[in-house]
C-alpha cells in the first residue's frame, strides 16, 4: 500500500527555523518526483515546492522562495523541508505528496507564532 507520513511539526517561534521530513513507503521511492504543499488556516491548500527524482531540479513559490528548502535522500526513501525565517503565514498544515500518483500524506501542523 502507498503511503506518505510527515512529521516535524509544530510551534515555531517567527523568524526559527523547522525541517519537515516525509517518509515513503509501498512505492519506487526514487522514480516519482515530490512536492510539498499546505493549507493554511481558512485556505486552499497551495503548492510549496517540488524537488525531482535526483534532485536535479527544484522549484518554489514565491511566497517561500529562498526561505526554503526541499531536498530528498532516495535511500531513506525521504524527503525534507527546510524552512528558515518563518513568518506567522508560513502556519498551516504541511503535506507531502507524489502528484503523479496523486497520494498524499496526513499532514503535519506548522504553527508560527510567538
Known amino acids: 500500500q502507498v503511503q506518505l507520513v510527515e512529521s516535524g511539526g509544530g510551534l515555531v517561534q517567527p523568524g526559527g527555523s523547522r525541517t519537515l521530513s516525509c517518509v515513503g513507503s509501498?512505492?519506487?521511492?526514487?522514480?516519482?518526483?515530490m512536492s510539498w504543499y499546505r493549507q493554511p488556516p481558512g485556505e486552499e491548500r497551495e503548492w510549496v515546492a517540488r524537488?525531482?527524482?535526483?534532485?536535479?531540479?527544484?522549484n518554489y513559490a514565491d511566497s517561500v522562495k529562498g526561505r526554503f528548502t526541499i531536498s530528498r535522500d532516495n535511500e531513506k526513501n525521504t524527503v525534507y523541508l527546510q524552512m528558515n525565517n518563518l513568518k506567522p503565514e508560513d502556519t498551516a498544515v504541511y503535506y507531502c505528496?507524489?502528484?503523479?500518483?496523486?497520494?498524499w500524506g496526513k499532514g503535519t501542523l506548522v504553527t508560527v507564532s510567538s
Open positions: 524537488i525531482t527524482t535526483q534532485s536535479q531540479f527544484t
Open positions: 509501498g512505492f519506487t521511492f526514487s522514480s516519482y518526483a
Open positions: 505528496t507524489s502528484r503523479a500518483m496523486d497520494v
